[in-house]
Structure formats: structure tokens, C-alpha cells
């Protein structure tokens, strides 16, 4: 499969040099994708900044309009790019309680429709005999958008969905990993903006990095690993970029004694699974109460047995990790998990065939100091871990320095809510985990970012105060 071009200043671009696309199911070549050079990053930053007058200049509605009708291109072609999203990603188009490729495809129009409702009015702090104080909201400008392999295509309308809207023109460049579908996706919608709106370049970090660099570009937002975030975060100080970071996540649930114990097994089961566990806020660290550990521990490891992985064109429940690099990581970490005694109720050891299949595994009996608790996995396996008292369980909870998430499982949603405010983290779900939607901020404390993506809150990282004062004396 060939033929992915670029999009710089609304014409396909070819590129002079290219790369291989692997599908993660076969470790076969799926495709050859562009690779963007330091001109096509130049000729995009041009296009979009020669796009951003006229753009800027339209009323909020005219460019609302532009994105409703993105959604419904996207809609009409939903089940072209699931395929190609679940092919390159390696999500089954169904998958796991339906949170496979369609439901990313899906989740997108979401956004898309929601986000596109949004406004920037003017706030007037003071209006008397002395003077008018008004608060406008101008577009940052140039956006440049990095995107990680998980949610290729969700992320994406994540970043520029409210770019555009406020006002800004995007320059986006997805992963390496998984390029297609967003390149895919960007054709389908170009003609519905101004050329230059809207510019996708591919290639590897080394073209990140340089946008991170660049001087033309305003605003990098970026969603990746913390260790990339900071990176971006260096090299966008040469002209005070604005920036928002989403990056890593180690999220602990803490279970008290007095749940379901099945029925919450299923709804941690499902959420810290979610995309076979690529997934930022996905639950990471399970911290059990003693008196329900046993009955719990079995009940996930029910749950681990009654699902299948396997290639993600063979609809199983699960599919491969995205890329050889995870899938090592993922196996390195249950290696030495094994080594140290921790027990292994389900899983363990990558599945022997072609591609990068490791199923699902819940491990108990492990220490906090163990690799596999303190480092983010990113992938189906979990550490579940004992706790009798819940101020020394806060603590290890709190004792990382990654802080996306967190939950507090109980029957007793009062005090489940006091206890989840005490976590260290940008969202405390009680009695849920990983749960997202268009309209709430969603964010990392400490090293897990910086700003937040979503909603009005969202919206607002993509504009710059400008303060107007009208005396009147
Ligand atoms: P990554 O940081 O390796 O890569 C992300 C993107 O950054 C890619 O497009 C890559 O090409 C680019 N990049 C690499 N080096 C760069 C540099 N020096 N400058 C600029 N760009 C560079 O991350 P990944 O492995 O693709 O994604 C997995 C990570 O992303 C996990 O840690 C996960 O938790 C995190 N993530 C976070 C969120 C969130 O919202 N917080 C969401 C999804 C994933």
C-alpha cells in the first residue's frame, strides 16, 4: 500500500525520502509513508502562517461551521478509517467493550461536534465614568501538534479541533508509528479550510524536535512521554512558546473493603485494559484492601482467562502492543516482576507467534518497588498490590511522580470523594477510571504535564489575553 502524501498549504506532498509503516499484528510492512524534511517543515510553517490573517479574521461561527462539516466528512468515512486505524494501530475495529478503532473513529466526532459549539466572548471587568476594561481572546497563532501511537486519530482532533477554532492555523505531525490514518483523515477534510489552515507533515521525533525549535510556530501541543515533554519543553523556550503538555501517566486506583467485589473486577478490568492498556489515564497501579485482596485478585484473573488477543483482524477482544519497542518494554518488565517472586495469575510471557502479542496478565503479591509498579507500563498487565491503611495507602499512591489520574473505589461515595481529593493528580475519579469526556478538563499534575486539554478550559490554551482599556476620563 502506497501513495500517503503530506499536506502542506492544501496541495499533496509527495516528500523526497520515506519510511516504512509496520503493521503490529504481522511485523510486516503495511504501507510507505512520507518523511518530511526540514523544507517541507519550513514551507508548512509559511503556508500556516500565511493562512492565519484571514482565518483569525472570521467570526467564531464561520470556522465552528468548517469543523461541523469535518465531523460529518469523518462520519461519512468512518468505516475506511477504522480499518486503516486498526491495521497501522493494531486496535481490533470492535474490540474489548467496544473501545476498539470505530470507537476512536467515533469519539473524534464527538469532540469534533462539542468543541465546535464553544465561543470566546469578551469579558468586561470594569465599565464606569472612568474607563472600559475588557478581556479579548486572540488565536496564539501557529499551532504545531505532536502526536503519540495510541489514539492516533483522537489525539489529533484533540489538539487542532480547538486550535482551529480559536482561531489559530495548525501544523500537525503524527507518529512515526502510526502516520496513516491522520494523513488519511487530514485529505479527506482539506478542502473544507483556507489551504495552509490545516498542514500535516510526517516523519520521525527528529522532526518534532525541530518544529519544538522553530520560530514561526507559537504553540506546541504535544502528547507523548514525559521524557519527550521535556525535551519539547527546552527547545520551545528559544522564542517563549506556549505549551501544552499531556504526558505520562502511573494512575493508582485504591479499593476499599466495602465494594461489589465483581462488579467493580469488571469495571477495573475494562478500564485499566482500555487499548490493551496504551492509554494515558488507563488504571496502572491497583492498591486492593486486604480483606477483599483474594477475592479480588481471583476475580480479575476470571476476567484475564475469558478473553482473547490476537491479530486485530481476527476480531478478538484484544490485539497486539502498537510497536516492538513497547512490546520489549512490556516483556521486560514481566521478566523481572517473575524474577522478583511476584505472582502471576494470568499471562506473563509474550504469545509465540508473528507480531507483538502479549496477553493479558494480572500479577499479585508485588512489591511497590518493583519495576512494574513504578514505571508506567503501557500495556495489559497489572500489579495488584495490598494496603490496610488507607493514610499509608494515599502515600504510596502519592509517592510518584507522575500525577494524570487517580480513584477511590467504595460504597461509600462521600468518603471515597474526601479520600480521592488527596491524590496528587490532575483528575480523581470516584468509582470510575480513565473515564473522558469533551466538556471536562483533563490534565497532569507534576510530571504528567502542563495545561489542560477539553472543554472551555481546553479552548482557552489556544488563546492569547489581550486586554483592552477604554479611558473615559
Ligand atoms: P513519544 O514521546 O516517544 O513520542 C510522541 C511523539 O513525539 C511522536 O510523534 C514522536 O515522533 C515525537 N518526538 C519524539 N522525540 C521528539 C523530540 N525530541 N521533540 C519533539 N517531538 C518528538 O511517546 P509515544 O511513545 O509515542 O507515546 C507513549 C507515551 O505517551 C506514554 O508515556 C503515554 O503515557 C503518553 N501519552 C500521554 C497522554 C496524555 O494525554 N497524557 C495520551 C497518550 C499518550
Redesign the pocket.
Known sequence: MTGYTMLINGEAVAGDESFDVLNPSTDKVLATCPSGSQEDLENAVAAAKGALPDWSALPIEERSACLLRMADRLEENLAALAALLSAEQGKPVEGYAGLGANFEVGGCLAWIRYTAGLTLPVEVVQDNEQARIEVHRKPVGVVGS??????PLL?TC?HIVPALLAGCSVVV?????TPLTVLKAMHLVADLFPPGVLNVIA??????????AHGGINK?V????????K??ME?AAGNIKRLT?????NDAAIVLPDVDVEEVAGKIFATSMINNG????ALKRLYVHDDIYDELCEALARLAASVTTGPANEAPDFGPLQ?R??FNKVCALADAAAREGAVFLSGGRPLDMPGYFFPVTIVRDIQDSSELVTT?Q?GPILPVMRFTDIDDVIRRSNALELG?GGSVWSADTVRATELASRLECGTAWVNDHAAIQPDAP???AKE??LGV?FGVHGLLEYTQIQTVQICKC
Not at 505532536?146 to 489514539?151: A, F, L, Q, V
Open positions: 505532536i502526536t503519540p501511537w495510541n489514539y489525539i484533540w505531525k503524527p507518529s512515526e508509528y516523519g520521525p521525533g527528529a522532526v518534532g524536535a525541530a518544529m519544538a506546541i504535544f502528547t507523548g512521554s514525559t521524557a519527550t515533554g525535551r519539547i527547545a503538555l499531556e504526558l505520562g501517566g496504551q492509554t494515558c489515564a510497536n519497542q513497547q508506567e503501557f494524570l483533563f490534565g497532569g504528567s504535564g486539554e
